[in-house]
């Protein structure tokens, strides 16, 4: 079965760094794209990224833009986004999500994790 | 820049038919989704392409998109579906959107 599994969280200071990894199982992982989605406490759901099944092309949302960059390694089935600068309104539950094959829906979320600013 | 507006909640009795709308500028040109999230858990998908169920879901759920409102209705709610939805679509401009998100109480 599908299975997404989010490591790296935990607590930073503002201006640090840290470096999200989404372990991908169940499926042939260079074939999809892949999203991040966060969700800070108490409020919904924030498009942080997306990368293309190849990695040929990157997107990012306005407010992470230059701060945030999302890469994958398909032959070891992993995406990851590396968080630089990070802010306190960065703190949230970090979620990595595949997009489904022929729309822009995200068909199967990881669990979260994290991610602390303080 | 493009927007998706959901009311903040909603509440149904069990048994009775749940509407959650979502409302954005010719969304029914767009393909719209829907998520269903509960507390303490990773959302899930229950409808994408404006009216499709993934498999599991069940077909109490069902969705439209038409003019500039998506629909996500559930018939025969059940207290098990009392959760947060969050619509979503796709905008060239500013890629992935969702909305706000809608607290479903079923009392």
Redesign the interface.
């Known amino acids: 079965q599908v299975q997404l599994v989010e490591s790296g969280g935990g607590v930073v200071q503002p201006g640090r760094s840290l470096r999200l990894s989404c372990a991908a199982s169940g499926f042939t992982f260079r074939n999809f794209g892949m999203?991040w989605?966060r969700q800070a406490p108490g409020k919904?759901?924030?498009?942080v990224g997306?990368i293309w099944y190849d990695g040929s092309n990157i997107?990012y949302?306005d407010s992470v833009q230059g701060r945030f960059t999302i890469s994958r390694d398909n032959s070891k089935n992993t995406l990851s986004l590396q968080m630089n600068s990070l802010r306190v309104e960065d703190t949230a539950v970090y979620?990595c999500?595949r997009k489904?094959d022929?729309?822009?829906?995200?068909?199967?979320?990881?669990?979260?994790t994290l991610v602390t600013v303080s | 820049s493009y927007e998706l507006t959901q009311p903040p909640s909603v509440s149904v009795s069990p048994g009775q038919t749940a509407t959650i709308s979502c409302s954005g500028d010719k969304l029914g040109d767009k393909y719209a989704c829907w998520y269903q999230q509960k507390p303490g858990q990773s959302p899930m998908l229950v409808i994408y392409q404006d009216m499709k169920r993934p498999s599991g879901i069940p077909e109490r759920f069902s969705g439209s998109n038409s003019g500039n409102t998506a629909t996500l209705t559930i018939s025969g709610t059940q207290a098990m579906d009392e959760a947060d939805y969050y619509c979503q679509a796709w905008d060239s401009s500013t890629a992935v959107l969702f909305g706000g998100g809608t607290k479903l109480t079923v009392l």
């Open positions: 999203y989605v919904g759901l924030e498009w997306n997107y949302a979620y999500a489904e022929f729309g822009e829906a995200l068909d199967y979320w990881g669990q979260g």
